[in-house]
């Protein structure tokens, strides 16, 4: 006597299927967008003429440099040459005097940066505030005077809601670019 088994048989419709996968992905596109676009305009960050010491990502490096703070300040502060000597910087250019309130507009690791000059001491001190997507950053740069050579000293601090999620990423990527920018401005500030 012969077995009959019943299944159910699935017709598949591909058209049907694919068109609510669409709009499934669609609306979670949607919904990724509108979050990081609100998360980008309505986050508000504190300028200041020091880091932010509770910022999730920070770095403080130093660098001895065989030269007077003058000319280390020099050439720091020669905005429009930071592509020459440091690699890193794809463009750099200073709008307006170099004083508190100007700002530099740069770009670095495909990032365009916009920062606002808050501390100017000649050869002494420089800051700045800058915003990139989903990032803050404070600047803050001394030259210390020693005998026949120059400390310099940066400071930075970095939040913001992509900082927060990438945060391990941010810290290494902080630390190397500090890094190579204090080995290229000794580099560049110790050429007779």
């Not at 159910?8 to 694919?18: L, S, Y």
């Not at 690791?109 to 989903?134: D, P, Y």
């Not at 190397?176 to 000794?186: G, N, Q, S």
Request: glycine share 4%; hydrophobic share 40%; with cysteine.
């Amino acid at each position: 006597m012969p077995i009959y088994f019943r299944h159910k048989i699935h017709v598949v419709q591909p058209k049907k299927d694919m068109k609510k996968l669409i709009k499934v992905l669609a609306l979670l596109l949607t919904v990724v967008v509108a979050t990081v676009l609100l998360l980008e305009f309505t986050s508000s960050y504190k300028t200041s003429s020091s880091v932010n010491q509770i910022a999730p990502v920070k770095t403080m490096q130093s660098v001895k440099i065989h030269a007077s703070p003058e000319k280390v300040y020099a050439v720091f502060t020669n905005v429009q040459k930071w592509p020459e000597w440091q690699r890193e910087i794809t463009a750099a250019k200073l709008n307006g005097p170099l004083r508190s309130g100007s700002f530099i507009e740069w770009s670095t690791a495909g990032m365009n940066i916009k920062s606002t000059l808050q501390t100017v001491e000649t050869n002494q001190k420089i800051g700045w505030c800058g915003k990139a997507f989903g990032a803050f950053a404070i600047h803050t740069w001394q030259f210390q005077q020693h005998d026949s050579y120059t400390i310099v000293t940066v400071n930075e601090s970095m939040e913001g809601w992509m900082v927060k999620l990438m945060k391990g990423y941010f810290q290494k990527n902080l630390n190397i670019a500090t890094k190579k920018w204090l080995e290229a401005l000794k580099s560049e500030a110790e050429k007779s």
